[in-house]
């Protein structure tokens, strides 16, 4: 069975923050992350999209070496 580190449950939390916005953003047309960093997408708020992303692919990555991983 695969333990997850740190960095795997750090990506997970970021995941389902990015879910949410999306959620948010799809059924009340309400952006979390414009709400808290403010309205033009500034410097802070373009680097949060960018680390949600980043997350996101790395998440991708380790559902491929956990299903790697259960096959041995």
Known sequence: MYK???FDKI????VIIGAL???LLGLLNFNLVSAIFGEP???L???????VGAAG?????LLLKIKKYSRT
Do not use: D, K
């Not at 692919?57 to 990555?61: A, D, F, K, W």
């Open 45 to 51: 708020s373009r680097i949060l999209y960018i680390i």
């Open 57 to 61: 692919v790395y998440i991708i990555l």
């Open 21 to 23: 916005n999306w959620g």
């Open 11 to 14: 990506a997970f939390i970021l």
């Open 4 to 6: 997850f580190n740190l």
């Open 41 to 43: 997408a500034n410097l």
